[in-house]
């Protein structure tokens, strides 16, 4: 099970920090990643991360900007998100998939979180 949260409204420019807590004890099987939808838009790939945590993939969207960790001890991943545009406005989601290594596949995770708000005003 995994619950995502952090979400909210920040204004163009700002930084905030979502987190994806996760049940269960093998997280550290589990490669994670982060999407998000926009209102009349399709879910889109952010950023995911290896399974120890020590590699990432980006977005061309978001790089730069954005950075992916996960804390195995804590069974969490955040994604720090600066600089946000009001183009970052969605609800973003977490997603676990047992042995997968840093896809921006969506099909490839068989786990999502409920998803959390972020909203940027300009």
């Known amino acids: 099970q995994l619950q995502a949260s952090g979400g909210g409204l920040v204004q163009a420019g700002g930084s905030l920090r979502l987190s994806c807590a996760a049940s269960?004890?093998?997280?550290?099987?589990?490669?994670v990643a982060w999407f998000r939808q926009a209102p009349g838009k399709e879910r889109e790939f952010v950023a995911a991360?290896?399974?120890?945590?020590?590699?990432?993939l980006v977005a061309d969207s978001v790089k730069g900007r954005f950075t992916i960790s996960r804390d195995n001890a804590k069974n969490t991943v955040s994604l720090q998100m600066n600089s946000l545009k009001p183009d970052d406005t969605a609800v973003y989601y977490c997603?676990?998939?047992?042995?997968?290594?840093?896809?921006?596949?969506?099909?490839?995770?068989?786990?999502w979180g409920q998803g959390t708000l972020v909203t940027v005003s300009s």
């Open positions: 991360v290896s399974r120890s945590g020590d590699s990432t």
């Open positions: 269960g004890r093998t997280f550290s099987s589990y490669g």
């Open positions: 997603a676990a998939g047992l042995s997968v290594v840093m896809s921006s596949g969506a099909w490839r995770y068989d786990y």
